[in-house]
């Protein structure tokens, strides 16, 4: 009596517990589609009395004073324009999506260039991001370095549809973002140094490898005729269905460092491919010779990437006046 009666309890709690979660769920949609409703009445507003639509309109203060004397707070001059701003951005209501709360929403009107703006919007549905993870990914302009590895239909295509892992060049980002190791730029660290800050901020450097992998080992040992030989972090990737593995260097990647990588991955191929697709490698330093590169993965086969990673968030300017050529 005792086990049917604990097991009612847990039973009435799951419920409990999921009716909260759909209440929550309910409430944040129609809150999104009230501040939709709110900022078509503004916009309307100001077409029909031919008001300034800019930052500057009196109306919107007016219309802040007066909002928050009747219904109270949640009408600040900010809150409005957002609401304005949401109208502008989303005129279909139907492109709104159910699954993004308003503070989502909020996030994503900073965002000036719509095909970023859908991008980010897709990921978080796709990837179920927090708020703070949608924030650090638009700060860190991931779509801009996505869209740099891409042509101007595979450009939009990333807008439409969020970033889709179909084959290994998916993965890979050119530069990646470090910002969160908060390592000082002109601070003389070593690989092992990076390695650690690294493990100590897993979750976040998983975030910024993207969605699919998971963290097997760190300093993976190889021996090979009583030589040893360690690789700094192994990740196998749920998607792709393989290894992936990372070296982490100081400076120049250089054509040895490439050699090394296609040491590891023949040896994963022979002997860690349990039924797995064959493994990837990536080199990440802080910069490259291209041309050296070009020459050193000349005739390789294996799926081997050499990118550049950077301590500090890259430049805005620079990256999107990149994309735009592009396109």
Known sequence: ????????????????????????????????????????QIVEYEQKGKEKAEYGSKLLDTLSKDLKLRYGKGFSRRNILDMRRFYHCYKIRQTVSAKLSWSYYVELLSVED???????????????????????????????????????QGVLDLSRKGQLIEKPEDLIKDPYVLEFLKIPENYKYSERDL?????????????????????????????????????????????LKCFVLIDLKI????????????????????????GDNF????????ENDKLIV????GGITNKLFVSKYKLYLPDKEELEREVRKLL
Not at 279 to 286: E, H, K, S
């Open 294 to 297: 070009e020459y050193a993965l």
């Open 195 to 239: 390695e650690q800050k690294i493990i100590d901020n897993l979750q976040m450097f998983l975030l910024e490898l993207g969605k699919g992998f998971t963290f097997v080992s760190r300093q993976y040992r190889i021996t090979l005729d009583n030589n040893h030989f360690y690789i700094d972090l192994v990740f196998y990737h749920r998607i």
């Open 1 to 40: 009596m005792e086990i049917k009666y604990n097991l009612l309890i847990k039973n009435i709690g799951r419920i409990l517990e999921e009716g909260r979660r759909e209440a929550i769920r309910s409430v944040n949609q129609i809150l999104v589609q009230t501040y939709w409703e709110i900022g078509k």
């Open 114 to 152: 719509n095909l970023a703006r859908n991008f980010y919007e897709k990921q978080c549905i796709n990837e179920k991001w927090s708020v703070r993870e949608l924030r650090r990914q638009k700060n860190s302009l991931l779509f801009e370095r996505i869209a740099l590895s891409k042509d101007k």
């Open 251 to 274: 400076g120049k990647v250089t054509h040895q460092d490439v050699g090394q990588m296609n040491l590891y991955l023949n040896y994963f191929k022979k002997e860690e491919n349990n």
């Open 279 to 286: 493994p990837i490698g990536i080199i990440l330093g802080t």
